[in-house]
């Protein structure tokens, strides 16, 4: 969705619990010396001030990752704390990491990095962010532009599917993309994030992908400490296929930090 940015919420603790998982398994696959592809569908700008008007205008950052570091919720040694220290050192305290960033940095020079984002905004800040041989960044729409490169090379490899979730039907959408991603690239670990809301939009796809046969599938969701279902996201979800082995109790183990 082109009026979708991600500055708003970005550091929130739906962002918390997305990329505390995304590092527990990119660093889980990067253990294996054999090299890997990273997809997303809706990469964002990878680079975000958290001290921006945007990010100030919701507070989302102020009671999610910031509020976090500073009550030392998360341990030195989670890949993900590692991550936002070095990207701090480099660009500044008040920045965060959004996906492409935290998994360029736990990337080895061997893997190749895919970014989709269609929105001109965030694809002309992606293209700042980031850079390299490896990395590839496409502007074009992120379900049909991943089905047209998988499966890459290497084949193994992770997609990250993060949209906005703004229209209705893409629920639906979702589901039949991760069906048909599956289908073509057969070894690709899926990790899909989606919103808590209200309305319950969620459920559906939730239960349809988890009644498609999907290999290795893990759903978990996090409610947030003291907010309630009917005043916006209340929660968030993450539905993996292909999980890694060995990644299940690290994530359930990180979704204490959410609370």
């Known amino acids: 969705m082109l009026s979708y940015q991600h ?34 569908t809706h990469a964002g700008r990878a680079l975000y001030d958290l001290a921006a008007a945007e990010a100030l205008k919701t507070g989302e950052a102020a009671r999610g990752i910031l509020r976090l570091l500073a009550d030392g919720r998360i341990p030195p040694e989670h890949p993900y704390r590692q991550v936002i220290e070095l990207v701090r050192s480099q660009y500044g305290a008040n920045f965060y990491p959004g996906s492409p960033l935290i998994a360029r ?52 490899g992770l997609v990250l599917i993060d949209p906005s979730f703004e229209i209705k039907t893409e629920y639906a959408q979702v589901a ?45 969701e996090v409610r947030f400490d003291g907010v309630g279902e009917r005043v916006g996201m209340f929660g968030s979800g993450l539905i993996m296929i292909n999980t890694p082995y060995g990644v299940t109790p690290l994530i359930d183990a990180d979704e204490a930090l959410v609370y």
Request: charged residues 25%; positive net charge; contains cysteine.
């Open 7 to 40: 500055a708003y919420h970005a550091g929130s603790l739906a962002d918390v619990h997305k990329h505390a998982a995304l590092a527990v398994i990119l660093s889980r696959l990067c253990e294996k010396p054999k090299p890997l592809s990273y997809m997303e």
């Open 176 to 220: 039949d993309f991760v069906v048909a991603l599956h289908r073509k690239w057969p070894q690709a670990v899926i990790m899909l994030w989606y919103p808590l809301l209200g309305a319950g939009l969620h459920e559906a796809m939730a239960l349809n992908l988890g009644a498609a046969g999907l290999p290795d599938f893990l759903r978990r």
């Open 105 to 156: 940095t736990l990337l080895r020079p061997e893997d190749r990095v895919h970014l989709m984002e269609l929105h001109p905004q965030e694809h002309a800040a992606l293209r700042r962010a980031m850079h390299g041989r490896d990395v590839h960044i496409h502007r074009r729409d992120g379900y049909e532009g991943v089905l047209a490169i998988a499966p890459p090379t290497p084949r193994r």
